[in-house]
Structure formats: structure tokens, C-alpha cells
């Protein structure tokens, strides 16, 4: 298995909307899967017999990559420019920076104070995740009601991009990730007489292609906004066709919608590794984490009526991308004990979901090949949580490294139902915040 790394650099603003049922199209905040997908097809059509096998004769390359049981994953690009904190600076002010870590979606369970939200020590509060706390204190019959350590302020949920520095120097190591939009209003042309015509006039909404790296510094310094994903390909030989013909035609993409009307250009650069996970040290962190909490649940409430931590290990299922989920033909919005058996290709193994925490919204787009509006999709909404355990880890471990390398649900290929086991945010507990 390989892992193609895509950073996507925007020369143009981005016009990536989606649209919602009674309301106008919106920009996202991210490049879906979709629209890489879709970029990349078309470039391997127009080039073909460049570099791939024909694609006349039974699909060739093209249908491995694109139209197989086992194509490509091509995963969602999450804005790279995070709001870094100049620790130079006796101030601690923030600054813009591009940074090379993974971009990750912070769980549904994560919550801030609601008055001054945010990662330490722009805001003082800080960030801090629930599940574990929420666990321990319903198996003791406690009602969890947190609030913010440092003023005993409400919180509420924090949700987005986030990344985590590499560099153990850094004493504040977790930062935000954002986009910024803009509308450019356009005047519709008479076709016939190649002029304005009157009465058509229209907005789109984009991305912006560049950002202000400090705005405290009097000499203003902008930089092209970079975007990350990645491409998953089973096959390592068509993962190597595949990172060579990005990087060859890299100039030549267009993502979105307006591509005619000069939006859309980026350069991508693609980088092949091998594709690893440290599914088994998370676990066990979180593992870890969780009986540390339940033992000072145990000394303040006295042992409770069922030990759930006897014989059993935890993991998490965390969403890192929208997911269509679908349990016999109907949407749901929680993955059950048989969905994720049926992921794992399995059923006889044990297996209990202990809590889910997610919502839903509507999604639908534009499908440039066939000329005609998607239907609209309802998705489980990103950072959703799933918490499972069981008594047989050892049968897990390899089914869960699948899991997270094809995803779930449907649409996995486009970048839907990217999943994460045991985010490591869950140990950032009350008191120690992030």
C-alpha cells in the first residue's frame, strides 16, 4: 500500500461550493476528494497514452485507478496555514505559518469556554476533550457537567482543523487551521453581442488564494494558501504512474467550478511513501488514559456497580471527513455493532458500541463528466465519535488498520468516510488543556 502526498498550492481563488437544499450555493472550507478526483481523471483522459496503458483497451490504468472495487482513495485537501504562536515574541502573538504536520478534524467531544475559545495561549482558556470524562462519570451514575478550569466559565463545543507540532521544543504545540472567503461579483454576458448584458449580475463565493502572514507587522507579507491531502492506491506500481504524472502536469489542474473565467489554478506536487499507521500505540494510549480516569473516579465515588473497564479494550472510530452511511438502504447517523463488522468483513468477532456522538446535513455538487446535478446526500458531519470495545483486541487490531486505510460508508473513493481509530486529542482531558 502507498501513500501519495499531495500539497496543492492555490494561484487563483478557489470557487468549491456545495449546495444545500432552499439556499444558495456556499464555499466550503476545504477541497473535497471529489474535486481532486475529478481533476486528476480528466487530465489522464486528455494525456492518455502519455504515460499510462491504453485506456481503449478494457479501461487499462484508468479503470484500476478510478472505477475498480479497490480504486483509489483520494482523500480531502484540509488548509495548511495554521495560526502559529510566535513564542520569540514576549507577546505571544500569533502568526500565519504554512506547516508541514498532519491536518486532522478535532472530535465532536472537544469542547472551549464560550466566551474566549481557542487553542493556549491566544485565548487563554484553551481546549479540552469530554469523551473519557463522560464515560467514567455515567458508569458512576454522576451527572458530567464540565466547565473552564482556568475562570469556571461555560463551554461549548470546539470544533475544525487542527494540527499538532512535531518539534518538542515548542511548548505550545497544537494550533488552529482556517480558510478566508471572499465574493466576486461577475456581470453575465450577451452572447450574441459579446457585452454586458443588463440586468445579470451575480456573486460567487471563493477561497482566497493568498494570506497576510502577520497582520501585527508593518510591512504587509501575503503567501499562496497551500492545501494537503493524500492519495491511497493499493497497487504500488500504479501508485508510482499515478505521483509521476502529478508531478509531470503539475501546472495544469484546475479545481472548482469557474475555471473558464480564470479560478481554479494551483500547482500540486505529489510525494509517495509507503502507507503506516500507529493504530496499536493510540490504543493503547487511550487505553491508558481511560483507566488512569476511571482509577480517580474510583477514589473520589467508591468502586461503581459494574467494573466496564474489566477485560474489555476501547478504541475509537473518529470521523475525519463527512460520511454517507447507509444501514439496509436507510440513512442513519451511527455506526452499530454490525455496520462496522460488515466494514471489517467480519461476524463473528466481539464487539459493543458504547456511544456515539454525531450529527448530520445535506450535501450535494455538480458532476463535471456527466454534466448533471449529484443527489443529495445525507452525511454524518465530520469529528463524529464512535466508541467501541472489546475482548478480543488481537482480532481487531488488523481489521481497524483497514478500516482506516478505505474508510466507511459510501463514496470513499471521493474522500467521504475518511476515519481516524483513537484521535489522540481524546487524552487532552480537563486540566490539561491544549
Known amino acids: 500500500m502507498k501513500q501519495i502526498k499531495l500539497k496543492i498550492t492555490a494561484k487563483s481563488p478557489l470557487a468549491i461550493a456545495h449546495k444545500k437544499p432552499g439556499s444558495v450555493s456556499e464555499a466550503l472550507d476545504h477541497i473535497p476528494g471529489s474535486v481532486i478526483r475529478g481533476a486528476i481523471a480528466t487530465q489522464i483522459l486528455q494525456q492518455s497514452g502519455q504515460q499510462f496503458t491504453d485506456l481503449s483497451k478494457n479501461g487499462g490504468d484508468f479503470q484500476a485507478l478510478f472505477l475498480e472495487d479497490n480504486a483509489a482513495i483520494f482523500q480531502n485537501a484540509y488548509p495548511a496555514v495554521a495560526k502559529v504562536v510566535d513564542e520569540s515574541n514576549s507577546k505571544k502573538e500569533t502568526i500565519n505559518q504554512i ?4 491536518v486532522m478534524i478535532l472530535p465532536a467531544t472537544a469542547v472551549s469556554s464560550k466566551t474566549n475559545p481557542g487553542f493556549l495561549p491566544t485565548k487563554g482558556n484553551g481546549v479540552f476533550d469530554t469523551l473519557i470524562d463522560r464515560f467514567c462519570a455515567e458508569a ?7 466547565n473552564c478550569p482556568k475562570d469556571l466559565g461555560r463551554v461549548e463545543p470546539y470544533g475544525g482543523f487542527y494540527s499538532k507540532s512535531s518539534d518538542d521544543k515548542l511548548k505550545y504545540k497544537y494550533r488552529n487551521h482556517s480558510v478566508n472567503t471572499r465574493f466576486l461579483t461577475r456581470v453575465g454576458i450577451n452572447r450574441r453581442r459579446s457585452t454586458s448584458q443588463e440586468e445579470i449580475l451575480y456573486s460567487i463565493e471563493v477561497l482566497n488564494e493568498s494570506f497576510l502572514k502577520n497582520p501585527q507587522a508593518k510591512v504587509k507579507h501575503w503567501e499562496d494558501y497551500v492545501y494537503r491531502s493524500s492519495i491511497l492506491v493499493e497497487d504500488e506500481e500504479l501508485a508510482d504512474k499515478l505521483a509521476a504524472f502529478v508531478n509531470r502536469h503539475s501546472n495544469t489542474f484546475r479545481l472548482g467550478g469557474a ?26 494510549k487511550f487505553n491508558h488514559t481511560l483507566k488512569e480516569r476511571w482509577s480517580l473516579y474510583e477514589s473520589v465515588f467508591g468502586s461503581p456497580q459494574e467494573n466496564l473497564l474489566n477485560g474489555r479494550t476501547f478504541f475509537t472510530l473518529d470521523l475525519q471527513s463527512d460520511a454517507i452511511l447507509l444501514d439496509n438502504w436507510r440513512h442513519t447517523t451511527v455506526i452499530t455493532e454490525i455496520m462496522l463488522k460488515k466494514f471489517a468483513k467480519v461476524t463473528d468477532i466481539p464487539l459493543k458500541l458504547e456511544v456515539a456522538y454525531s450529527s448530520y446535513d445535506n450535501r450535494s455538487g455538480w458532476n463535471s463528466a456527466w454534466g448533471l446535478m449529484k443527489d443529495m446526500e445525507l452525511v454524518i458531519n465530520r469529528g463524529a465519535v464512535y466508541l467501541f470495545s472489546t475482548d478480543k483486541p488481537e482480532l481487531w487490531l488488523d481489521k481497524l488498520k483497514k478500516i482506516e486505510f478505505w474508510g466507511v460508508g459510501d463514496r470513499t473513493s471521493e474522500g467521504f468516510g ?17
Open 259 to 284: 475555471t473558464s473565467r480564470g479560478l481554479g489554478k494551483v500547482t500540486i506536487k505529489a510525494d509517495i511513501n509507503d502507507y503506516c499507521t500507529e493504530i496499536d500505540t493510540r490504543i493503547d
Open 140 to 146: 458512576f451514575n454522576f451527572t458530567y457537567e464540565p
Open 99 to 102: 506547516v508541514d504536520d498532519v
Open 418 to 434: 475518511q476515519v481516524q481509530i483513537c484521535n489522540e486529542f481524546h487524552s487532552i482531558l480537563r486540566g490539561n488543556l491544549a
